[in-house]
């Protein structure tokens, strides 16, 4: 894919070693701070990746209205973590499970390599990223060819987060909407992921992008929404939003479709 070749590509190597993986649907480029870094991480992440996958085919397998639905459904307690945070991110944003499979796919991992003494790391599944940083972290905004592509970045403090895009005209993911980008930041990136999903269906176009940033003033939304279209872009959160490529600083991270 060349637009996510563009974006990888301007990510620094300074702060982290990064590497890729893929498995199934999951094209994920994974970031770990250079004190922390083993090849062991590397292996541990690709078999914690494959284990998500075999979770995930068993659950489609087993329940097929589960992965077509548009709508949150009943929540299974038994189903295995990625599942379930899939089903609880669905259910706060009003949206379907899939909505939040890439993000719930990248907190997973995440959780792994955290847990194996990463201090530092990153996930980034088809343009939804989970974060773990203990100083601040500049995930850039990539809406396509629109004219705030790769121009604007938004600055997040230490701690975990999740940051994820929606697009109407970017990417293979469903949306209902025409949003160049509806990119959406949480806690948890499968809330993200939803939250950036129920944002984009939002956006029939540039009169409709301040309605997405919105959401991020309501109780249990997201922490912060910006939203693109047709050369018209709002947002609303408590992350400043910073030039791209200025002052020596490259995006760490970014969002898009």
């Known amino acids: ?7 990888r590509d301007s990510l620094r190597e300074d702060r982290f070693r990064l590497f890729e993986l893929r498995a199934g649907q999951s094209d994920l480029l994974v970031g770990v701070d250079r004190a922390s870094w083993d090849p062991a991480l590397a292996f541990g992440a690709a078999r914690a990746l494959a284990g998500l996958r075999a979770q995930l085919g068993a ?4 329940s097929p209205s589960w992965g077509r639905s548009w709508a949150p459904l009943p929540a299974d307690g ?3 973590p990625v599942v379930r945070a899939m ?20 907190d997973c991992v995440l959780d792994w390599l955290a847990a194996a003494g990463a201090r530092e790391a990153f996930v980034e599944n088809g ?19 629109a004219v705030f592509s790769g121009r604007l970045a938004m600055e997040l403090p230490a701690g975990r987060w999740g ?9 293979h993911s469903a949306s209902l909407g025409r949003a160049d980008l509806c ?36 109780p249990g939304g997201p922490l912060a929404v910006f939203a693109a279209a047709g050369g018209r872009a709002a947002y609303r959160g408590p992350f400043p939003l910073v030039p791209a490529l200025e002052s020596g600083r490259q995006p760490s991270g970014r969002s898009v479709a």
């Open 163 to 171: 940051v994820a895009g929606s697009s109407g005209r970017l990417g």
């Open 87 to 106: 089903d609880e991110a669905a259910g706060a944003a009003c949206v379907g499970p899939m909505a939040a499979v890439a993000g719930a796919v990248a």
């Open 183 to 218: 990119a959406a930041v949480a806690v948890r990136c499968s809330l993200a992921d939803a939250w950036a999903t129920r944002g984009g269906n939002m956006v029939g176009g540039p009169d409709e992008v301040e309605d997405a940033a919105a959401l991020a003033g309501r």
């Open 78 to 80: 038994s189903a295995p």
């Open 127 to 145: 343009g939804d990223c989970a974060i773990l940083a203990k100083e601040p972290f500049v995930t850039g905004l990539w809406p396509g060819d």
């Open 59 to 62: 659950q489609l397998e087993k």
């Open 1 to 7: 894919m060349a637009e996510a070749k563009r974006y």
